[in-house]
């Protein structure tokens, strides 16, 4: 089992930028890929970034290539995301989300744990 925990949403403006965190419990973490994922209202859940879980490996949508990076910290069992230059179309409840293999790609249905969300919302 795994918990899950984000953190750092809030309200800014266009082009400033944010840091989200993601805490996760349990001794095995360094063997799961971690994901970032949001939701904006009336929208379906989209991919935003992963990370392998040795760290190595990091994957972005086309949408924040560029604007945003994923890190994590394995022996602090923490993912973070970067946002910078953010856009109003950033607002959404962003979710970070574990599994054992790497997503890169669509909604999340495959992957094992998630967080709750945290809110972010850019104003323009």
């Known amino acids: 089992q795994m918990h899950l925990v984000e953190s750092g949403g809030g309200l800014v403006q266009a082009g400033a930028s944010l840091r989200l965190s993601c805490a996760a419990s349990g001794r095995t973490f360094s063997m799961y890929a971690v994901g970032w994922f949001r939701q904006a209202p009336g929208k379906e859940r989209e991919f935003v970034a992963s990370?392998?879980?040795?760290?190595?490996?990091?994957y972005y949508a086309d949408s924040v290539k560029g604007r945003f990076t994923i890190s994590r910290d394995n022996a602090k069992n923490m993912v973070f995301l970067q946002m910078n230059s953010t856009k109003p179309e950033d607002t959404a409840v962003y979710y970070c989300a574990a599994s054992t293999g790497i997503p890169t790609t669509g909604d999340g249905n495959g992957m094992d744990y998630w967080g709750k969300g945290t809110l972010v919302t850019v104003s323009s």
């Open positions: 990370i392998r879980g040795s760290g190595f490996g990091r």
